[in-house]
């Protein structure tokens, strides 16, 4: 995720806003930038890569003055290059944003139809135009102006702009992206997180949903965007360690990245799915109706992780799109002598876009004629640059090497790909895909729900500490569900496990249960539900240890587990 750091005071802001980065380099970034307010009016320096880039700018041509803002990016729209880089600027604006701007395509035609030329890619450069033509139309203050243009504005912020002709002054405001303010002596910083803030203050208030703030070196003065009512709120002193504070209090990065899996999912359907329409909105795939109509085979490639998800994305594109699809692992396909034909839809799932064995299986599809997809998290990598189309998850960077929230992005998009498909071949009917997308649209509440349980699966887990092996089982979906949790299982706690269709317990594993073997249970009230519970009842008659993961409330299930709770 992109990082915010801001800063107004008597000292000299751009080595505090290149500190303030420094602490959220952790969150991972391709490009950096500073605008700071100097002599000139509103100067910005910006740089591909790492921030001694940046600091190597700086040190060529300084910036001086004592208010600015600065930015780490990470790529969501447009490619990771300087122009692209935060902060835009329209006119004496500078911007610096996080987030997803869902109406910018609508909004940049409208821009561009009333002559604005723009100098990126990113859905960022609409709102400095916006701040602009606000002021340019008598917008009273920076803070209007910036109400004015965020009244435009659909999807998720956290901003934060200054102006060359309002010295000493930043704007800030946030939707669905985190931004905090930090209170010091003369001086005032916001940041899109805490320990970018934690050198220099530990009094902080965090904004709200809707709340926007002007920042002087002599005051906070905080709004609600839609009407300008004032808002008072305490500041909170913060006592976590610096690095306690880069894990957002989470014992690690990957427990972390759990809990933000309803907001990765949010942000990977945010302005992809129209329910009214039921369908999904995303040019990017590359695929016309005709196109979709011819395709002979979807064929995923895919490792680790990444191909469980292509498994259920598998089950998807058959369901809902009606066409043959199968999943290779990367490194099979290498190892083989696959036949792409060219009526193949290939789609290349990978969180990285530059796993080898996945690259090499896109090379042998396009070699021979195919169209290839890229399902990716990290805007241009390797594996999209080298497809025909991109979806992206908007996971944001996964810092622990286990995957969690880009698997589960990864499926928002694969079921989003088999709508947009299944739309386009007319194998899907409105009132069904309508059905697919609102269920999907609900997902992340769910979650939010689901993650309430997190001291009730932390007891489960405590009680089989001791176990060797664990068995997964699932059928449909829940299959590769199982074959991720096995996996998962094994990387994060060394404990043998094998993840099973459920219907192949017979075939042999079902030898291995006994009293001492965990057996977890994939099964959701859906249309395997009765099967699935059979075999959980072969489980159980075997003295097998049943956790099951189930639709909340079923206690038919729960009666079947150890501790009996749905
Ligand atoms: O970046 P990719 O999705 O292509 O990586 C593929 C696998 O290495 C990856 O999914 C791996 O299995 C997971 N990180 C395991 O948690």
């Known amino acids: 995720m992109c990082g915010i750091v801001a800063y107004t005071g008597s000292k000299d802001s751009a080595p505090i806003l290149v500190e303030g980065l420094r602490r959220l380099e952790y969150r991972g970034y391709d490009s950096a930038g500073l605008?700071?307010?100097?002599?000139k009016g509103v100067e910005i320096r910006r740089a591909v890569g790492k921030l001694a880039n940046l600091d190597a700018a700086l040190r060529s041509t300084p910036l001086t003055g004592t208010t600015g803002v600065g930015h780490t990016r990470w790529a969501t729209h447009g490619r990771p290059n300087e122009a692209n880089a935060h902060p835009h600027v329209s006119g004496k604006v500078a911007v610096v944003h996080n987030g997803i701007i869902e109406n910018h395509v609508e909004l940049r035609r409208e821009l561009e139809g009333r002559g604005v030329r723009f100098a990126s890619d990113t859905d960022t450069e609409i709102v400095a135009h916006l701040v602009s033509e606000a002021r340019a139309a008598g917008a009273e203050s920076l803070t209007a102006a910036v109400r004015s243009a965020l009244k435009r504005v659909r999807g998720a912020y956290a901003i934060a702009v200054v102006a060359g002709d309002c010295p000493g002054e930043i704007v800030v405001a946030k939707q669905d992206s985190p931004l905090v303010l930090g209170i010091g002596q003369e001086e005032n910083f916001a940041a899109s997180d805490i320990p970018a803030l934690l050198a220099y203050t530990r009094d902080v208030i965090l904004l709200d949903d809707g709340e926007m703030a002007r920042l002087t070196s002599g005051g906070i003065e905080i709004t609600v965007i839609t009407d300008g009512a004032p808002v008072t709120r305490e500041s909170k002193r913060i006592d976590w360690s610096p690095t306690q504070a880069e894990k957002g209090g989470y014992k690690h990065f990957m427990l972390k990245e759990i809990h933000e899996q309803p907001r990765a999912i949010e942000d990977t359907l945010r302005g992809r799915i129209d329910l009214q329409a039921a369908d999904v909105i995303a040019a990017e795939i590359g695929v016309t109706e005709e196109h979709a109509k011819k395709i002979g085979r979807v064929y995923f490639v895919a490792c680790g992780t990444s191909a469980h998800a292509a498994?259920?994305?598998?089950?998807?594109?058959?369901?809902?799109?009606?066409?043959?699809?199968?999943?290779?692992?990367?490194?099979?396909?290498?190892?083989?002598?696959?036949?792409?034909?060219?009526?193949?839809?290939?789609?290349?799932?990978?969180?990285?876009?530059?796993?080898l064995d996945t690259m090499a299986a896109v090379k042998a599809a396009k070699a021979q004629g195919a169209h290839v997809l890229a399902v990716a998290n990290v805007v241009d990598s390797a594996i999209p640059r080298a497809s025909d189309g991109s979806l992206y998850t908007h996971a944001g960077p996964e810092i622990g090497v286990a995957s969690t929230k880009c698997f589960?992005?990864?499926?928002?998009?694969?079921?989003?790909?088999?709508?947009?498909?299944?739309?386009?071949?007319?194998?899907?009917?409105?009132?069904?895909?309508?059905?697919?997308l609102n269920a999907l649209w609900h997902v992340p509440a769910q979650m939010r729900e689901a993650l309430?349980?997190?001291?009730?699966?932390?007891?489960?887990?405590?009680?089989?500490?001791?176990?060797?092996?664990?068995?997964?089982?699932?059928?449909?979906?829940?299959?590769?569900?199982a074959l991720e949790g096995a996996l998962k299982l094994k990387e994060i706690s060394y404990i043998h496990a094998e993840g099973y269709a459920a219907g192949e317990m017979k075939h042999g594993p079902i030898a291995l249960i006994d009293e001492e073997m965990p057996v977890v249970v994939v099964c959701p009230r859906d249309v395997h539900y009765e099967k699935t519970i059979s075999n959980?009842?072969?489980?159980?008659?075997?003295?097998?240890?049943?956790?099951?993961?189930?639709?909340?409330?079923?206690?038919?299930?729960?009666?079947?587990?150890?501790?009996?709770?749905?």
Do not use: N
């Open 311 to 355: 498994m259920a994305g598998r089950y998807w594109i058959e369901q809902l799109a009606r066409v043959p699809a199968t999943v290779e692992i990367g490194s099979e396909v290498r190892s083989g002598e696959p036949a792409f034909l060219p009526p193949d839809f290939v789609v290349a799932v990978s969180q990285s876009g530059e796993t």
């Open 35 to 39: 605008a700071v307010q100097t002599p």
């Open 536 to 566: 959980l009842q072969e489980v159980r008659a075997r003295e097998g240890q049943v956790i099951a993961i189930c639709t909340k409330g079923d206690t038919d299930v729960a009666k079947l587990c150890l501790d009996g709770a749905p």
């Open 408 to 436: 589960t992005t990864q499926l928002a998009a694969l079921l989003m790909l088999a709508v947009y498909l299944g739309r386009r071949r007319g194998t899907l009917p409105e009132g069904e895909a309508r059905r697919v």
């Open 452 to 481: 309430t349980e997190a001291e009730h699966i932390k007891a489960i887990a405590k009680h089989h500490l001791r176990a060797r092996d664990m068995l997964f089982l699932g059928r449909g979906t829940g299959f590769p569900m």
